[in-house]
Protein backbone atom coordinates (compact mmCIF):
# COMPACT_ATOMS: atom_id res chain seq x y z
CA UNK A 1 0.00 0.00 0.00
CA UNK A 2 1.40 3.52 -0.71
CA UNK A 3 1.98 5.63 2.02
CA UNK A 4 2.23 9.07 2.79
CA UNK A 5 3.25 10.53 6.05
CA UNK A 6 3.27 13.88 7.35
CA UNK A 7 5.22 15.22 10.36
CA UNK A 8 2.68 16.05 13.00
CA UNK A 9 -1.55 15.66 12.88
CA UNK A 10 -1.51 18.37 14.85
CA UNK A 11 0.68 21.57 15.48
CA UNK A 12 0.46 25.17 17.21
CA UNK A 13 2.78 28.31 16.49
CA UNK A 14 2.70 31.89 17.26
CA UNK A 15 2.90 34.34 15.09
CA UNK A 16 6.50 35.13 13.28
CA UNK A 17 7.52 31.57 13.69
CA UNK A 18 8.81 29.63 11.06
CA UNK A 19 7.13 26.61 10.39
CA UNK A 20 8.40 23.27 9.21
CA UNK A 21 5.74 20.25 7.84
CA UNK A 22 7.19 17.68 6.30
CA UNK A 23 6.10 14.81 3.68
CA UNK A 24 7.55 11.73 3.44
CA UNK A 25 6.52 8.63 0.77
CA UNK A 26 7.34 5.59 0.21
CA UNK A 27 6.08 4.71 -3.34
CA UNK A 28 9.08 6.44 -5.40
CA UNK A 29 6.19 8.70 -6.67
CA UNK A 30 7.31 11.50 -9.05
CA UNK A 31 4.69 14.06 -8.10
CA UNK A 32 4.41 15.77 -4.89
CA UNK A 33 1.70 18.44 -3.80
CA UNK A 34 0.93 20.54 -1.20
CA UNK A 35 -2.66 21.81 -0.33
CA UNK A 36 -4.35 23.73 1.97
CA UNK A 37 -8.02 22.85 3.02
CA UNK A 38 -10.23 25.22 4.49
CA UNK A 39 -14.28 24.99 5.06
CA UNK A 40 -16.05 26.38 2.02
CA UNK A 41 -13.02 26.80 -0.17
CA UNK A 42 -12.09 23.75 -0.70
CA UNK A 43 -8.54 22.38 -1.14
CA UNK A 44 -6.11 24.53 -2.75
CA UNK A 45 -2.67 23.85 -4.14
CA UNK A 46 0.09 26.00 -2.49
CA UNK A 47 2.80 24.82 -4.41
CA UNK A 48 4.00 21.20 -6.44
CA UNK A 49 7.39 18.89 -7.63
CA UNK A 50 7.51 17.18 -10.34
CA UNK A 51 10.95 16.12 -9.44
CA UNK A 52 13.82 16.35 -6.97
CA UNK A 53 14.81 20.00 -7.09
CA UNK A 54 11.91 20.72 -9.36
CA UNK A 55 8.84 23.14 -8.22
CA UNK A 56 5.94 24.70 -9.10
CA UNK A 57 3.78 27.53 -7.68
CA UNK A 58 0.35 26.34 -7.48
CA UNK A 59 -2.90 29.21 -6.40
CA UNK A 60 -1.98 29.95 -3.26
CA UNK A 61 1.93 30.43 -3.07
CA UNK A 62 2.39 33.55 -0.86
CA UNK A 63 3.72 33.37 2.31
CA UNK A 64 5.13 29.71 1.38
CA UNK A 65 8.52 27.76 -0.07
CA UNK A 66 9.02 24.46 -0.48
CA UNK A 67 11.70 21.91 -0.21
CA UNK A 68 12.41 18.94 -2.03
CA UNK A 69 16.21 17.63 -1.85
CA UNK A 70 15.28 13.75 -1.91
CA UNK A 71 12.59 12.23 -4.09
CA UNK A 72 10.57 10.70 -0.58
CA UNK A 73 10.39 13.89 0.62
CA UNK A 74 8.64 17.53 0.11
CA UNK A 75 8.84 19.83 2.51
CA UNK A 76 6.48 23.11 3.45
CA UNK A 77 7.90 25.90 4.93
CA UNK A 78 5.74 29.09 6.61
CA UNK A 79 8.36 31.79 6.31
CA UNK A 80 6.73 33.86 8.65
CA UNK A 81 3.47 32.21 9.98
CA UNK A 82 0.30 34.58 10.28
CA UNK A 83 -3.20 33.97 11.93
CA UNK A 84 -4.62 33.66 8.05
CA UNK A 85 -2.30 30.56 7.98
CA UNK A 86 -4.28 28.91 10.04
CA UNK A 87 -5.65 25.67 8.12
CA UNK A 88 -5.59 21.63 7.16
CA UNK A 89 -2.48 21.36 4.86
CA UNK A 90 -2.40 17.91 3.11
CA UNK A 91 0.16 16.61 1.21
CA UNK A 92 0.10 14.54 -1.62
CA UNK A 93 1.54 12.16 -4.21
CA UNK A 94 1.23 10.66 -7.47
CA UNK A 95 2.90 8.36 -9.67
CA UNK A 96 3.01 11.35 -12.73
CA UNK A 97 0.30 10.40 -15.43
CA UNK A 98 -2.51 12.99 -15.39
CA UNK A 99 -4.90 10.56 -15.17
CA UNK A 100 -3.16 8.99 -11.38
CA UNK A 101 -4.60 8.94 -9.06
CA UNK A 102 -3.26 11.31 -5.97
CA UNK A 103 -2.57 9.98 -2.41
CA UNK A 104 -2.89 11.61 0.47
CA UNK A 105 -1.20 12.31 3.95
CA UNK A 106 -3.78 12.22 6.63
CA UNK A 107 -3.04 16.26 7.32
CA UNK A 108 -1.67 18.53 10.10
CA UNK A 109 -3.73 20.92 11.69
CA UNK A 110 -1.87 24.28 11.91
CA UNK A 111 -2.98 26.68 14.43
CA UNK A 112 -1.23 29.88 14.44
CA UNK A 113 -1.82 32.06 17.26
CA UNK B 1 -17.03 31.46 -12.33
CA UNK B 2 -15.77 28.73 -9.95
CA UNK B 3 -13.68 26.45 -12.26
CA UNK B 4 -15.10 23.31 -10.41
CA UNK B 5 -18.72 23.67 -8.95
CA UNK B 6 -20.74 21.17 -6.57
CA UNK B 7 -23.36 22.07 -4.74
CA UNK B 8 -22.10 21.69 -1.02
CA UNK B 9 -25.29 19.62 0.39
CA UNK B 10 -26.10 18.25 2.74
CA UNK B 11 -27.69 15.44 0.77
CA UNK B 12 -29.76 13.82 3.75
CA UNK B 13 -31.06 10.19 2.17
CA UNK B 14 -32.59 7.38 3.98
CA UNK B 15 -30.59 3.91 3.68
CA UNK B 16 -31.55 2.09 0.46
CA UNK B 17 -31.98 5.50 -1.66
CA UNK B 18 -30.52 6.47 -4.55
CA UNK B 19 -28.98 9.87 -4.84
CA UNK B 20 -26.80 11.70 -7.34
CA UNK B 21 -24.51 14.44 -7.76
CA UNK B 22 -23.38 16.86 -10.35
CA UNK B 23 -20.08 18.38 -10.94
CA UNK B 24 -19.49 21.42 -13.37
CA UNK B 25 -15.78 22.59 -14.90
CA UNK B 26 -15.46 25.15 -16.56
CA UNK B 27 -11.91 24.28 -18.93
CA UNK B 28 -13.46 22.57 -21.37
CA UNK B 29 -9.93 21.01 -22.22
CA UNK B 30 -10.15 19.61 -19.43
CA UNK B 31 -8.89 15.91 -19.77
CA UNK B 32 -9.18 13.73 -16.26
CA UNK B 33 -11.96 13.52 -14.16
CA UNK B 34 -12.27 12.03 -10.62
CA UNK B 35 -14.71 11.47 -7.66
CA UNK B 36 -12.61 11.55 -4.18
CA UNK B 37 -14.73 10.43 -0.96
CA UNK B 38 -13.49 11.92 2.22
CA UNK B 39 -15.04 11.51 5.60
CA UNK B 40 -14.70 13.70 8.40
CA UNK B 41 -11.46 14.61 9.52
CA UNK B 42 -9.71 12.49 6.81
CA UNK B 43 -7.90 13.03 4.05
CA UNK B 44 -9.33 12.76 0.65
CA UNK B 45 -9.17 8.82 -0.95
CA UNK B 46 -10.31 7.58 -4.99
CA UNK B 47 -13.44 6.47 -5.33
CA UNK B 48 -13.17 6.52 -8.81
CA UNK B 49 -12.00 7.59 -12.06
CA UNK B 50 -14.89 8.86 -14.44
CA UNK B 51 -14.04 8.06 -17.89
CA UNK B 52 -15.78 9.41 -21.35
CA UNK B 53 -17.90 6.74 -21.87
CA UNK B 54 -18.99 6.24 -18.14
CA UNK B 55 -18.32 3.60 -15.74
CA UNK B 56 -19.79 1.49 -12.87
CA UNK B 57 -17.79 0.07 -9.72
CA UNK B 58 -20.67 -2.04 -7.85
CA UNK B 59 -23.33 0.39 -6.36
CA UNK B 60 -21.26 4.10 -7.91
CA UNK B 61 -21.66 4.75 -11.44
CA UNK B 62 -19.92 8.19 -12.61
CA UNK B 63 -20.68 10.03 -16.15
CA UNK B 64 -18.97 12.51 -17.86
CA UNK B 65 -20.76 14.96 -20.48
CA UNK B 66 -18.76 17.21 -22.33
CA UNK B 67 -20.77 19.01 -24.02
CA UNK B 68 -22.59 20.07 -21.03
CA UNK B 69 -19.26 20.43 -19.25
CA UNK B 70 -20.03 18.39 -16.16
CA UNK B 71 -19.37 14.93 -14.67
CA UNK B 72 -22.02 12.95 -12.27
CA UNK B 73 -22.04 10.68 -9.81
CA UNK B 74 -24.78 8.13 -9.00
CA UNK B 75 -25.08 6.00 -5.82
CA UNK B 76 -27.76 3.63 -5.55
CA UNK B 77 -28.82 1.55 -2.69
CA UNK B 78 -26.84 3.76 0.03
CA UNK B 79 -25.59 2.88 2.80
CA UNK B 80 -25.40 4.30 6.33
CA UNK B 81 -20.98 4.01 5.09
CA UNK B 82 -21.57 6.14 2.59
CA UNK B 83 -22.33 9.30 4.54
CA UNK B 84 -18.92 11.40 3.65
CA UNK B 85 -18.04 14.76 1.43
CA UNK B 86 -17.48 13.86 -1.97
CA UNK B 87 -15.19 15.95 -3.91
CA UNK B 88 -15.40 16.25 -7.80
CA UNK B 89 -11.67 16.92 -9.27
CA UNK B 90 -10.56 18.02 -12.77
CA UNK B 91 -7.45 17.98 -13.80
CA UNK B 92 -5.49 21.10 -14.94
CA UNK B 93 -5.03 21.26 -19.20
CA UNK B 94 -2.92 23.62 -19.06
CA UNK B 95 -0.05 20.90 -19.40
CA UNK B 96 1.11 21.14 -16.28
CA UNK B 97 -0.02 18.30 -13.36
CA UNK B 98 -2.16 20.14 -11.74
CA UNK B 99 -5.66 18.84 -9.92
CA UNK B 100 -8.75 21.96 -9.23
CA UNK B 101 -10.94 19.95 -6.82
CA UNK B 102 -14.38 21.02 -6.17
CA UNK B 103 -15.48 21.94 -2.25
CA UNK B 104 -17.46 19.04 -1.74
CA UNK B 105 -20.89 17.48 -1.81
CA UNK B 106 -21.68 16.65 1.48
CA UNK B 107 -23.96 13.12 1.79
CA UNK B 108 -25.77 11.99 5.10
CA UNK B 109 -27.54 8.74 4.55
CA UNK B 110 -29.75 8.26 7.37
CA UNK B 111 -31.30 5.05 9.13
Known sequence: ?113 | RKEVEQDPGPFNVPEGATVAFNCTYSNSASQSFFWYRQDCRKEPKLLMSVYSSGNEDGRFTAQLNRASQYISLLIRDSKLSDSATYLCVVNDASGTYKYIFGTGTRLKVLA
Not at chain 1, 95 to 100: C, L, T, Y
Open chain 1, 1 to 113: DVKVTQSSRYLVKRTGEKVFLECVQDMDHENMFWYRQDPGLGLRLIYFSYDVKMKEKGDIPEGYSVSREKKERFSLILESASTNQTSMYLCASNVGGRRDEQFFGPGTRLTVL
